[in-house]
C-alpha cells in the first residue's frame, strides 16, 4: 500500500468557515451539511452574533468576576435574537444551534443557557398554569432581567422520588413552605451566589399536603431579586471549581413561601378544593415532571461536540504550523497524525448523530417519550467523546495547549461541566440499559438497509448483550460486575452503534465524491477503532478470528491515511473561523501573533538566515 501525503500547510488561513455561503468546494459544503444541517443562514447568524459578545477565557480575573459575566452576556444574546428567550427556548434547532456557538466563542455562557432556557423557562412552558404570579416570573426571564436555575440536586444526593426538601401546604395561606429537613436536603450547586444577578429558580421538593405525601413536584418562586434573598432563603457560596466558573452555593430553606400559583404540576397535579388532584400516581410525579430536563440533555450533548470541534480547529491549524526540530511539521508525525485522525472521525460520528436527534426532536410531537430514551443515550456520548477529543488537542499542542489563551482549557472545563450536570453522567446509561423498552431496536430515519461489516459487528454487540440482559445473564456484556454495569454497557454500545450508522447514513445522502469517501473512511476509523478497543469481547465471542483481526488492522491503517490526506477539509467542515479566537493556535502564523502579544521586534532576515519555526534564534 502506497502513503498518502499531506497537502502543503497553507500559507494563510482557509476562509472557508467564514462564511457560511457557498465557498465554491462541494467538497467542504457537503461536509459541513452532513455535521451542521441544512440550515446555514441560522448557523451564521448565531455563530455571527455569540462572537461579536466578544467573551474569551479569561486571564487575571478571579474566580467570582468571571462568573459574574454570564448575566449580561445571557441579556445581550437574547436581545440580539429578537429580544424573547421564551421564543428561544420554544425553538429546538434555535436553541440547539446557540448551545452550540456559545459552547464554541462564549466560554461564560454556555454555563448558563441550559438552565435558563430549557430548565427554567422550559418548565413552566410545559408545566405551567398560565396564573398572573407564573406570567410575571416569565416575563423576567423572557429578557435576562432574571437568570433561572434549577433548584435539584441536594447535599445528599440527586434522590429522584425520594427527596427530602419538604414542600407543605398551607391551605390558610394558599401556599407551600418550603423546608430543609436536615443537611442532606440543602439543594447543593444551583447559581445563586451573586448578590448582583436577581435569580429565579424551579424547585423540586415533596409536597406534604394534610399530612400526606403527595410525591415530588417543581415550584417557582423568585431567589433572588434586587432587594435580596427571598425571606427564608439560606446562601453559602461554594468555593471554586477547577473550571466553568459560575456561583455555585448551597442552600438551605427556612420555611420559605410559595404562593399555589408556584406548583408546577401541568394539568396532571393540581391542587383541588380537597387537595392534591392528580392521575399520575404518586411515586411517578417527579419522572413525569422532569421529563423537560431531555431537551436540556440534547442541548449540552450538542454543545459537547461543537467544543470538540472548535478544539480540533485550533489544533490542526497549529500542527500544520509547528514544527518540532525546525523539519517536519506536526500534523505529518504519525504519532500526531494517528490522534488527530481518531479525533475527528469520532467527532464526526457524534456531531452527526447530535444533529440527527436534534432534527427528530424538532419534528416530534411535544411530549415524545422516546427523546427522553435518545437524549439519555446520546448525552454522555457526546459529552464523553468530546472530553477525550479535548484533552487530545490539549496533551498533542504541548505547552500551547495548556495556556487559556488558546481556548482549549476553557472548553474542557465546559465539557467537564456537561458531564457532571444531574451528577454522574454514566447513570444515564445505566437507566436507558435498564428501560423496559429495547433500546437496540432504536433506528435513526432513513438508515441504508445495507451496513457495512464493522458496523454490523457494532450491531451484534449491542444485541448480544441486550439479549443476555432479558436471560438475567450478564455475561455477554464482558467484565460488567452486575446488572447496572451491564445496562451501561449495553447502552454503550447501542449509542456507539447510532453514531456510527448516523455517519454512514450522512455518507451515502451526500453528492460529493470526495465527501463521502472521507464520511465513509470516517465511519470505517471509528467503528475499527471501538472493535480494536474491545477486542477481547468479540475474540470471546467468537467474532474476531486471526483473519478478521488483520483485515481490522489492514482496513483501520488505509482509512486513517486517506483521512490524514484530508484535515483541512475536514476541519473546514465545522464552519468555525479562527480569527474569531484571536489565539496564537488560531492564527495563520503562531510567532507572528506572539511577536505581536510581546510588542517585540525583530531584525529582518533574509531566506538564508531566517530560523525555521520552533528554533530560538542564537
Not at 371 to 397: D, F, N
Not at 405 to 417: K, M, S, V
Not at 566 to 593: K, R, S
Amino acid at each position: 500500500m502506497t502513503s498518502v501525503d499531506l497537502p502543503p500547510t497553507p500559507a494563510r488561513h482557509s476562509q472557508a468557515g467564514k462564511s457560511f455561503s457557498s465557498s465554491g468546494d462541494p467538497t467542504v459544503a457537503s461536509l459541513r451539511t452532513a455535521i451542521l444541517g441544512t440550515e446555514p443562514n441560522m448557523h451564521q447568524r448565531v455563530r455571527d452574533l455569540i462572537a461579536e459578545l466578544g467573551d474569551r477565557p479569561g486571564t487575571g480575573s478571579t474566580y467570582p468576576a468571571e462568573a459574574r459575566l454570564a448575566p449580561n452576556l445571557l441579556r445581550a444574546t437574547i436581545a440580539g435574537l429578537d429580544g424573547s428567550a421564551t421564543a428561544i427556548a420554544a425553538d429546538t434547532r434555535l436553541r440547539g444551534v446557540l448551545c452550540e456557538w456559545a459552547a464554541v466563542c462564549a466560554p461564560h455562557l454556555l454555563p448558563v443557557l441550559t438552565g435558563h432556557l430549557d430548565l427554567s423557562i422550559g418548565a413552566i412552558s410545559a408545566l405551567g398554569n398560565g396564573s398572573a404570579y407564573q406570567r410575571d416570573l416569565l416575563a423576567e426571564l423572557d429578557t435576562g432581567q432574571a437568570v433561572g436555575v434549577l433548584l435539584l440536586t441536594e447535599l445528599g444526593g440527586t434522590n429522584g422520588a425520594d427527596q427530602r426538601t419538604t414542600a407543605t401546604w398551607d391551605g390558610i395561606r394558599g401556599g407551600f413552605w418550603l423546608t430543609s429537613p436536615d443537611p442532606a436536603s440543602w439543594k447543593f450547586m444551583p447559581s445563586i451566589a451573586d448578590p448582583t444577578t436577581p435569580k429565579t429558580g424551579v424547585v423540586t421538593a415533596r409536597l406534604i399536603i394534610e399530612g400526606h405525601d403527595e410525591g415530588v413536584l417543581p415550584l417557582l418562586l423568585r431567589l433572588r431579586t434586587n432587594q435580596g434573598l427571598t425571606p427564608g432563603l439560606h446562601v453559602a457560596a461554594l468555593p471554586d471549581k477547577g473550571w466553568a466558573p459560575m456561583d455555585h452555593a448551597l442552600i438551605r430553606f427556612d420555611k420559605v413561601f410559595v404562593p399555589a400559583d408556584g406548583l408546577l404540576g401541568g394539568t396532571w397535579a393540581v391542587m383541588g378544593a380537597h387537595g392534591m388532584a392528580s392521575t399520575v400516581p404518586v411515586r411517578a410525579r417527579f419522572h413525569q415532571a422532569i421529563t423537560t430536563l431531555g431537551q436540556g440533555r440534547l442541548d449540552l450533548a450538542g454543545a459537547a461536540a461543537a467544543g470538540a470541534r472548535a478544539g480540533l480547529a485550533v489544533t490542526v491549524n497549529y500542527a500544520r504550523q509547528r514544527r518540532p526540530g525546525g523539519r517536519t511539521p506536526m500534523a505529518e508525525r504519525g504519532t500526531v497524525r494517528r490522534d488527530l485522525v481518531s479525533a475527528l472521525a469520532a467527532t464526526y460520528a457524534t456531531s452527526v448523530l447530535g444533529r440527527r436527534v436534534q432534527d427528530m426532536t424538532a419534528a416530534a410531537p411535544a411530549g415524545d417519550p422516546l427523546i427522553g430514551v435518545w437524549s439519555m443515550l446520546i448525552k454522555p456520548l457526546l459529552a464523553y467523546t468530546a472530553h477525550e477529543v479535548l484533552l487530545t488537542c490539549r496533551q498533542r499542542s504541548g505547552a500551547q495547549g495548556s495556556l487559556r489563551t488558546n481556548w482549549i482549557q476553557d472548553w474542557i472545563g465546559n465539557t467537564e461541566g456537561i458531564i457532571t450536570a444531574e451528577g454522574e453522567s454514566q447513570l444515564l446509561w445505566k437507566q436507558a440499559g435498564q428501560l423496559t423498552f429495547d433500546i437496540t431496536t432504536l433506528e435513526l430515519p432513513a438508515t441504508p438497509s445495507h451496513l457495512p461489516w464493522h458496523l454490523r459487528m457494532l450491531t451484534d454487540r449491542a444485541t448480544t448483550i441486550a439479549a443476555g440482559l432479558r436471560r438475567d445473564d450478564i455475561t455477554p456484556a464482558g467484565t460488567a460486575l452486575d446488572r447496572d454495569t451491564a445496562a451501561i454497557e449495553l447502552a454503550a454500545a447501542t449509542s456507539e452503534r447510532l453514531a456510527a450508522t448516523a455517519l454512514w447514513t450522512a455518507a451515502s445522502s451526500v453528492g460529493d465524491d470526495t465527501a463521502r469517501g472521507l464520511l465513509e473512511s470516517a465511519t470505517a476509523v471509528y467503528t475499527l477503532e471501538r472493535i480494536v478497543a474491545r477486542g477481547t469481547w468479540f475474540a470471546a465471542h467468537r467474532q474476531m478470528t486471526p483473519r478478521r483481526a488483520q483485515r481490522v488492522h489492514r482496513e483501520l491503517h488505509h482509512h486513517r491515511q486517506y483521512l490524514g490526506a484530508h484535515l483541512g477539509e475536514l476541519v473546514d467542515g465545522f464552519g468555525i473561523n479562527l480569527d474569531a479566537f484571536d489565539a496564537p493556535m488560531a492564527a495563520p502564523d503562531y510567532l507572528n501573533w506572539w511577536q505581536r502579544w510581546t510588542g517585540w521586534s525583530s531584525p529582518p532576515t533574509d531566506s538564508a538566515t531566517r530560523p525555521v519555526s520552533g528554533q530560538v534564534r542564537p
